[in-house]
């Protein structure tokens, strides 16, 4: 069913092990490099989490699970991989020693994707002697749940490279959206920051607590946006005239000093103390590893919701379940 058989993910933290999951769920075999001395340990605690949220989310066959193993060195994890994930922290210089190591080593076809989630891929690959194979696939947290995965390309990524990262990304029941534009943060990222400054600014300024603006997003436009994202939102808003009149009745709204975005508030050791204190009281009584749970099934309740009605995210997690279906009655 997938379009590859043994990959390489170069970085075990939180989205180098969720990406091992999702491969290993898809039949694919991983090689893993990280230095730490505790990565198979997290990466291990990650897949536990993992198999208990497939073994809920997927009705239906799933893939014989992929072997894990861990190497000793970039050159030994990358050397048979047909796919390449980069997932090493947000640093070029980094970035940029570790495609040297890895094109060292790697097969001349294999694809090489980063797991960045701002830096400009012409940056990414402006050292790198083969930069047309070189894309940023960004996923979102948890990986092995949340279908998304910005595709970017830099000014040397051939288009070959991106269709072959699209077919291999959709067949790992996930959603490409090719961001045709290159730009830092990308699309989703640059949605986010502007929440997540003005989530800022609410709590510093004593307006709310974070669990004020939590609640806000989860039980109000988060549910909203989860199956139908931001422009159709606004255009059922509209009503009958649909976004023609919800642009030209909100439209001024714009002009009306509602947010802070254009300003950023001093990141002090006292804002530090603020945001965190006020999260530790919020949910502080539960470990990382309980929130994880309780985010997975909440997750999967979703997805099969939005399965039921053939829609959104949970349409593309209905034609997943079809393709391991397929896969199961004709392994071949």
Not at 288 to 298: H, K, Y
Request: net charge negative; hydrophobic share 45%.
């Amino acid at each position: 069913m997938t379009a590859i058989k043994q990959a390489a993910i170069i970085g075990g933290g939180v989205i180098g092990a969720g990406w091992i999951s999702r491969l290993i769920e898809n039949g694919i075999d991983v090689s893993v490099y990280d230095p730490a001395a505790d990565a198979a340990e997290k990466v291990e605690a990650v897949l536990g989490n993992s198999r208990y949220a497939y073994s809920k989310l997927i009705s239906g066959p799933r893939c014989i699970e992929g072997s894990v193993q861990f190497c000793d060195s970039v050159s030994a994890a990358v050397a048979s991989a047909e796919l390449i994930v980069e997932s090493v922290p947000e640093r070029l210089d980094i970035k940029q020693t570790v495609y040297a190591e890895i094109e060292a080593s790697a097969a001349t076809n294999a694809l090489i994707a980063s797991s960045t989630s701002g830096i400009m891929p012409s940056d990414l690959q402006a050292k790198m002697k083969h930069p047309e194979r070189l894309l940023v696939a960004h996923p979102f947290n948890p990986v092995y749940l949340l279908p998304l995965v910005e595709l970017v390309g830099g000014k040397r990524t051939s288009m070959a490279t991106i269709e072959r990262a699209r077919k291999i990304y959709h067949s790992l029941g996930m959603h490409p959206l090719h961001v045709k534009k290159e730009i830092e943060a990308f699309i989703a990222d640059r949605l986010l920051e502007a929440v997540w400054r003005e989530s800022l600014w609410l709590v510093k300024d004593g307006i709310a607590t974070t669990q004020d603006v939590d609640d806000a997003v989860r039980f109000g436009f988060g549910l909203r946006y989860a199956q139908m994202g931001v422009f159709d939102t606004y255009r059922v808003a509209g009503g009958e005239a649909g976004m023609r009149h919800f642009m030209a009745q909100f439209g001024p709204c714009l002009k009306w000093p509602w947010t802070k975005l254009t300003d950023v508030p001093e990141f002090t050791e006292e804002l530090v103390d603020l945001i965190a204190g006020q999260s530790d009281e919020q949910s502080g009584h539960m470990s990382i590893r309980e929130m994880e749970r309780i985010r997975d099934d909440n997750l999967i309740a979703i997805l099969h919701g939005l399965k039921g009605n053939d829609w959104g995210a949970g349409k593309t997690l209905a034609q997943y379940e079809h393709q391991l279906l397929q896969a199961a009655n004709d392994p071949a």
